[in-house]
Nanobody, 129 residues
Framework: EVQLVESGGGLVQPGGSLTLSCAAS????????MSWVRQTPGKGLEWVSSINRLGGMTTYADSVKERFTISRDNARDKLYLQLNSLAAEDTAMYHC??????????????????????RGQGTQVTVSS
């Protein structure tokens, strides 16, 4: 059974930083591209970033480019998202997501099928002074 468990969220002031983690189990982690997505009541589900299965290729939404960094540790089956220069509009529930199919990479902006099939419960990030 695929399990994705996020952690690391919290309350942070504007301009602050956080590191989110996602612990994966139930599948061969290194075979799958992984993504982070976020959800707010008003905007719905928004793709944030993706990383290929070996970690050498990454892609970001324009809204987070140069502020967020995605990474992974295949030896520990973990996915990370470093969030810097946080702003109020980054407030959301952040979910890690698994590509439903192995051994593929879509490049600059993966379609929703890549990040909409398997998601964890999420970790809340609130940016407020």
């Amino acid at each position: 059974e695929v399990q994705l468990v996020e952690s690391g969220g919290g309350l942070v002031q504007p301009g602050g930083s956080l590191t989110l983690s996602c612990a994966a189990s139930g599948f061969v982690f290194s075979n799958y591209a992984m993504s982070w997505v976020r959800q707010t009541p008003g905007k719905g589900l928004e793709w944030v970033s993706s990383i290929n299965r070996l970690g050498g290729m990454t892609t970001y939404a324009d809204s987070v480019k140069e502020r967020f960094t995605i990474s992974r540790d295949n030896a520990r089956d973990k996915l990370y998202l470093q969030l810097n220069s946080l702003a109020a509009e980054d407030t959301a529930m952040y979910h890690c997501a698994k590509d439903p199919l192995p051994l593929r990479w879509f490049g600059s902006r993966p379609p929703p099928e890549v990040w909409n099939a398997y998601r964890g419960q999420g970790t809340q990030v609130t940016v407020s002074s």
